[in-house]
């Protein structure tokens, strides 16, 4: 059972950067596949950006942020993190870090549905 924490969720202005890291308990975590989520209210939970191992660390994007938020791991540390930069009103809402110990085709690097393990959020908001 990996249990993930995410930290670093802040009140940003318009245009302003953040970086989000999620912390894994797992020690065999290097091998997993790992994804930021975001859920604004009133809205279903969409894909911010994910990271494979097995295809050497294979990023996906979604495209409201592509070229704005970098994914990245260490794995010395068991933790991923989510640099976003000009971040826009849109942004806001709880960021969530998930994780699965399968290899994900990149298709679907971004649904829900394959990750297995969730943490419990961090809110992110963003002043105009």
């Known amino acids: 059972q990996v249990q993930l924490k995410e930290s670093g969720g802040a009140s940003v202005e318009n245009g302003g950067s953040l970086k989000l890291s999620c912390l894994a308990s797992?020690?065999?975590?290097?091998?997993?596949?790992l994804a930021w989520f975001r859920q604004s209210p009133g809205e279903k939970r969409e894909g911010v950006a994910a990271?494979?191992?097995?295809?050497?660390?294979?990023?996906e994007y979604a495209d409201a942020v592509y070229k704005r938020c970098a994914i990245s791991r260490d794995d010395a540390k068991k933790t991923v993190y989510l640099q976003m930069n000009d971040l826009k009103p849109e942004a806001p809402g709880i960021y969530y870090c998930?994780?699965?110990?399968?290899?994900?085709?990149?298709?679907?690097?971004?649904?829900?549905?394959?990750?297995?393990?969730w943490g419990q959020g961090t809110q992110v908001t963003v002043s105009a």
């Open positions: 998930a994780a699965d110990p399968h290899a994900i085709y990149s298709w679907k690097m971004l649904r829900d549905d394959p990750y297995k393990f």
């Open positions: 797992e020690y065999t975590y290097q091998t997993y596949s």
């Open positions: 990271i494979d191992r097995d295809r050497n660390d294979q990023t």
